[in-house]
């Protein structure tokens, strides 16, 4: 025996930060949406814990420094409660001999502190803001990129077909203004090892660089395309060679918290402890989900 919901104009499986974020969106639409989790509370990866009584940690994402600033300017977070925090110092690096290096926000004064420190000297000091330069021009180049809305494969039009040559050129244009390292297309399949050796000759410096490479993938620094996972990071935010270093108050899971809020002000309705079992189709056209429970719901759309 099955239930059939109320139809939707769209359904969101997940209320991770991304599929709320989808969701708010589309309800500012005017769709009617609906988003579905099977966990008994929203936030996935971004999700504050509270392994023993009174300890609060992050599950996953340690920071939320990658959420761009644009949504949370649209959908208003702060009024949802978000407050964010950046402190200055962005890496801190405990070596194994009990000295240490510091990168900073502000690149001229790491640049000062790496010339005076006997771990890096002053050749990579000056290499530093050079290298940052480079790293930025890179990034802002593959952000143009991320910021654009891909073409329908499947009818594809004249319209798309220029404005892909358009928006490939300025990635161009941008990605080769400071890079004597090459354009993304060089750069991009690298293992970070090789690119930082190519930058630095401190080992302690380029550790601390390729481990932002390597976070969250799996990766080992000399496998092929971290250092794309480098140039991902680094395009989803103005951090440059140092990184960012951006957190919410009250963990990575007041921000899920601010996105759901906002979701729902905007009119999506969001249910937890509801997974997904499928989605429905009629040939290529999407009718639905069925949950794990029978019901069903009817939507044109399934995020």
């Known amino acids: ?87 200055d110092v962005r890496v801190f690096a405990p070596q194994p001999d009990g000295r240490a290096l510091t990168l900073w926000g502000d690149s001229r004064r790491t640049t000062v502190e790496l010339a005076a420190n006997d771990l890096v000297g002053p050749r990579d000091a000056g290499a530093y803001e050079q290298a940052d330069g480079r790293l930025r021009a890179l990034a802002s180049g593959l952000a143009s990129l991320h910021a654009r809305v891909p ?53 302690a410096l380029r550790a601390a660089i390729a481990a932002r490479g390597v976070l969250l993938s799996g990766f080992g620094p000399r496998m092929p395309g971290t250092a794309g996972v480098l140039l991902t990071d680094a395009a989803g935010n103005d951090g440059g060679l140092c990184g960012q270093t951006v957190f919410a108050r009250g963990g990575p899971g007041a921000l899920t918290t601010a996105i759901a809020s906002a979701a729902r002000a905007a009119g999506a309705e969001v249910r937890t402890g509801s997974a997904v079992a499928r989605v429905r189709r009629d040939g290529e056209t999407v009718q639905g989900v069925t949950l794990a429970s029978g019901d069903e719901i009817d939507a044109p759309v399934v995020v």
């Open 1 to 87: 025996m099955t239930r059939r919901a109320s139809a939707y104009d769209a359904v969101v499986v997940g209320a991770g930060h991304n599929g709320l974020v989808c969701a708010a969106y589309l309800a500012r639409a005017g769709m009617r949406t609906l988003v579905l989790e099977a966990r008994p509370n929203v936030g996935g990866m971004a999700e504050t814990s509270e392994p023993w009584p009174g300890v609060r940690v992050p599950t996953l994402a340690h920071t939320v420094g990658r959420f761009r600033p644009q949504v949370v300017r649209e959908l208003r977070l702060r009024e949802h409660g978000l407050r964010l925090v950046q402190p």
């Open 151 to 203: 073409p329908d494969l499947a009818s594809p039009t004249l319209t798309d077909a220029f404005a892909g040559i358009r928006t490939a050129l300025v990635a161009r244009a941008r990605a080769r203004a400071h890079s004597t390292s090459g354009g993304l297309l060089r750069v991009m399949p690298m293992a970070i090892r090789d690119l930082v050796d190519e930058w630095f000759e401190s080992d």
